[in-house]
């Protein structure tokens, strides 16, 4: 094996050898942004799930979208649920109306 390559042991003293661009791939990447892909009712989320909050600010030139999001989760009661990336982490993740501000916390996951 070269020095780009490194080999790791399965069962029966096989190997599955994996190249630096393959762990390269699997890193999550921190990004600057919060995609929301669904919407839940905040009644049907138990609160035991969230934890660590984070207050999310527009970008530059994001204020109308920010505010809009904001009033529209507000109204009507909804979280936008999203996965996000800090550090090297994917979080399962809640974008919630507070006040006058949007706050992202981070939820646990159940694991089957």
Known sequence: MGSDCEGYGTNKGKYVVLK????????WR???????????????????YFYKPYYLEPQKGGDKAYTLLRDVLKDTN???????????????????????????????????
């Open 20 to 27: 630096d661009e393959d762990f390269s791939e699997s890193i």
């Open 30 to 48: 921190p990004t600057q942004t919060v995609d929301i892909q669904d919407l839940s009712s905040l009644e049907e989320i138990d609160p035991i």
């Open 78 to 112: 909804k979280v936008g649920i999203c996965q996000v990336v800090i550090k090297t982490r994917q979080y399962l993740a809640g974008v919630k109306a507070k006040d006058q501000v949007l706050v992202l916390e981070l939820m646990h996951s159940r694991r089957s």
